[in-house]
């Protein structure tokens, strides 16, 4: 997308800086610097963790879901807004590389103890955030949420100040609707449901008020290391980039040989750095497991990349997608619906293209497949 239009304003000095007086900005008081002045809004807010620029998986939704207004904080979050969608009123502060959940709760929460509605992906980050803002503010958490609103129950339409949200359980089986009486705080699970490109009205750069520095690595662990996730093992919903294959795949096979080209598909997808997802015919056939279902009764993504393999595009499947940047789509029906929603449609046998691929990729064509990944030819 074309960068939006950004009109920053330093609210303070930096959070990190020593006054004229040697004290850190927040000593005596967590949002005196600039913190103090900013104005979020009273009713939903959507708190966005951002990691080197890059906005955590159902971003947009969350922003959508809070209608609009959103606070990023982290690292790169000035391109994380350039890169946020469904946002009218964007707020970002630096926290600096490597995040400290633990600080950047106790200096977010006093400005959002005036939000009723506090909603967070339920990203690792959010996931991690999350509990420690409710903690701090005496709210209670509704955790993965698949929508959540501010109660309107008053006659005139007025909030009650509470919060309406629906949680899904049983693996997505049962729509359990939930109720507070006060302010609360949500995980938002991935839905799909933000569209378009919202109208950005204001984009401030805000400073974030820091802690004395005696009270450092109190709650935050010692950070080691950062790992990527494994994209063989990780959570489906987190994934960037997904290969997910259908009845196509396997048209005329039998189940082993299904199962085998399923696997295949598996290892490919992770020398390419993705992860491997599966239509319901797939799963429901036992060709993979069913935490590889994308759809409307699996899991719900929203990658940067998705690749289509012998996947006609049927609602139930399409409704689990999230919004793709890209989908490509490897199908023999050129009019297939998949084929239709994609930037790159091939109209060739979708086993007769993984198997190319597979011995591509083996003959060096790009980076060696790992270890656990060449214990078996792809
Ligand atoms: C209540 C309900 C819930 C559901 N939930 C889900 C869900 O969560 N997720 C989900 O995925 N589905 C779900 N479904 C099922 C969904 O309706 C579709 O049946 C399913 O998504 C189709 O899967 P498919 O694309 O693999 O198979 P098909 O619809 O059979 O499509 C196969 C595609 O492969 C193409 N093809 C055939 N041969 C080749 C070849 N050699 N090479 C390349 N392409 C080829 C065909 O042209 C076709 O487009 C649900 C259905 C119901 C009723």
Redesign the pocket.
């Known amino acids: 997308m074309s960068p939006k239009p950004m009109s920053p304003k330093p609210m303070g000095a930096d959070p990190l800086s020593p006054d004229a007086a040697g004290r850190t900005p927040g000593e005596d008081d967590m949002t005196s610097t600039g913190a103090s002045s900013i104005q979020l809004p009273h009713g939903a807010l959507a708190v966005i963790v951002v990691r080197d620029g890059r906005l955590p998986v159902g971003a947009d939704d969350t922003v959508a879901e809070a209608g609009g207004s959103a606070i990023l904080v982290g690292s790169g979050t000035e391109q994380g807004a350039n890169e946020l969608s469904a946002a009218h009123h964007i707020w970002f502060a630096e926290a600096g590389p490597g995040l400290r959940p633990a600080r950047l709760a106790e200096a977010l929460a006093p400005l959002l103890a005036r939000c009723s509605l506090v909603v967070m992906p339920a990203s690792p980050d959010g996931r991690d955030l999350a509990p420690r803002v409710a903690a701090l503010l005496d709210r209670p958490l509704i955790a993965r949420a698949v929508s959540a609103e501010l109660r309107a129950d008053g006659s005139d339409g007025a909030s009650s100040g509470g919060v309406r949200a629906v949680v899904a359980r049983l693996d997505d089986r049962v729509l359990v609707p939930i109720e507070t009486d006060g302010p609360t705080v949500v995980t938002l699970a991935p839905t799909g449901r933000a569209t378009g490109h919202g109208a950005v009205t204001t984009v401030e750069r805000v400073a974030l008020a820091e802690r004395h520095p005696d009270r450092n690595g109190d709650g935050d662990p010692e950070v080691m290391a950062v790992l990527e996730p494994d994209v063989l093992t990780m959570d489906l919903a987190d994934a960037t980039r997904v290969v997910g294959g ?3 795949l396997v ?1 005329g096979l039998d189940d082993h040989q299904a199962t085998e080209v399923f696997d295949r598909l598996i290892r490919v997808a992770g020398v390419l750095g993705a992860s491997a997802g599966a ?4 799963t429901d056939a036992g060709w993979t497991g069913y935490e590889r ?6 899991v719900t993504i929203d990658p940067e990349l998705y690749v289509a393999l ?3 595009g ?1 609602t ?2 399409v409704g ?1 997608l999230g919004a793709p940047r890209h989908i490509v789509s ?4 050129s009019s ?1 619906p ?1 084929t239709a929603m994609a930037d790159l449609g091939l109209v060739t ?3 007769a293209f993984l198997a190319e691929l597979a011995g591509r990729l083996a003959t060096g064509a790009t980076e060696a497949p790992r270890t656990e990944e060449k214990m078996k030819p792809l």
């Open positions: 259908g009845a196509g048209a239509t319901r015919v797939a279902q994308i759809g409307t009764t699996g012998g996947i006609s049927a139930q499947h689990g490897v199908n023999t029906d297939s998949m046998d979708a086993r």
